[in-house]
Structures are given as structure tokens and as C-alpha cells.
């Protein structure tokens, strides 16, 4: 497992959240909240801290910046209001949409997967890939349209579709993930 994708998620879930300290929805809301938040900052901490020595730091490589900047720029050019907690807000739908780069990059860089690893990734394109499903219901029903996180959502299924392709040809017939080496 990449640590550099899980702090990326870290990051998404504490911009995303930071709601939580001026807007109360429910109970229910607020727990859910604070349990990914918690549940981001364990695996982080699992990954740097606990298990450290069984953790790939020299292929998980990828250079955070040439996410984090430009995502912030974007965030703070499109956005829905220019206020502090909207263009959290905004980066935090961005930030998802690319956090899952630096996974597929170990991956390609090593040139394969474990089994555990690809359910995971699997499950994590599956959970946006229904997020499409989910705008294109409130679409009919609500008639609501949230522009930013669709084009993100979908920028973000469109770095999963290979990964599928290769999910559903190897992994699901039983084979170990492995790409071609890089020349």
C-alpha cells in the first residue's frame, strides 16, 4: 500500500470535514465524520509507524507536489464561493479525484500487486464508480447537479478504468497483478 496515497486521503478527509466545527447535520453525521477521520490517520500511522519495516519506502516514490500544487491552484480558480471552508471544500473533491496516483504509480513501478492490495484498489474505484450512480440519481430525482465533484468524480474513475481492465482479466481469474516491466 502506498503511505503517500493514505496521507493524500488523510488530507482529503480533514479539509473535507472541517465542517464539523460550524455546521451540525446530525449525530450520525458528526460520528461518521470524526470514524473516517480517525480511521485515515490510523492507517497513516499504521503505515509509517507500527508497520514501518514492512512498508515498500523505496517504490513508493512519488513526488506529492506535482499533486498538491496544482491541485491548490485549481481550488482556489474553481470553486463555488471564495471563502476558507469552500475552498477546502474544493480541494478536498480535487484531492480525491488524484489521490489514488501515487498507489498506481508504486504499482507500475514495481510492476505488481498483491491480491489483498488489488481488492482494496478495487473497492475504492468501486466506491467513486457508485458515487456516479448516486449523482446520476439526485439528477433525476433532485434535479441537482454539483459540477465540481461530477468532473471530478469522473476524472477519478477514468484513473481507475485500466486498473479494472486488469482487475477483472487477472485478479478475478484467479492470476497475481503484474504489468510488463518498464524498458
Not at 502506498?2 to 478527509?13: M, R, T
Not at 449525530?27 to 490517520?41: D, E, G, Q, R
Request: aromatic letters at 20%; charged letters at 15%; glycine letters at 4%.
Amino acid at each position: 500500500i502506498s503511505g503517500k496515497s493514505q496521507i493524500l486521503f488523510a488530507l482529503v478527509f480533514t479539509t473535507r470535514y472541517l465542517d464539523l466545527f460550524t455546521n451540525f447535520i446530525s449525530i450520525y453525521n458528526t460520528v461518521m465524520k470524526v470514524v473516517f477521520l480517525l480511521c485515515a490517520y490510523v492507517t497513516v500511522y499504521m503505515i509509517y509507524g507500527k508497520f514501518r519495516k514492512t512498508f515498500d519506502i523505496e517504490n513508493d516514490t512519488f513526488r506529492l507536489e506535482f499533486l498538491l500544487v496544482p491541485v491548490i491552484g485549481l481550488s482556489f480558480l474553481e470553486n463555488y464561493s471564495f471563502t476558507p471552508l469552500e475552498i477546502l471544500w474544493t480541494f478536498s473533491i480535487y484531492l480525491e479525484s488524484v489521490a489514488i496516483l501515487p498507489q498506481l504509480f508504486m504499482i507500475s513501478k514495481t510492476g505488481e500487486a498483491e491480491t489483498i492490495t488489488t481488492h482494496y484498489l478495487f473497492f475504492l474505484g468501486l466506491y467513486r464508480a457508485l458515487y456516479l450512480a448516486n449523482w446520476i440519481r439526485r439528477y433525476q430525482t433532485e434535479n441537482f447537479y454539483d459540477q465540481i465533484a461530477v468532473v471530478s468524480g469522473v476524472v477519478q474513475t477514468i484513473f481507475y478504468c485500466d486498473f479494472f481492465y486488469l482487475y477483472v482479466t487477472k485478479v478475478l481469474k484467479g492470476k497475481k497483478l503484474s504489468l510488463p516491466m518498464p524498458i
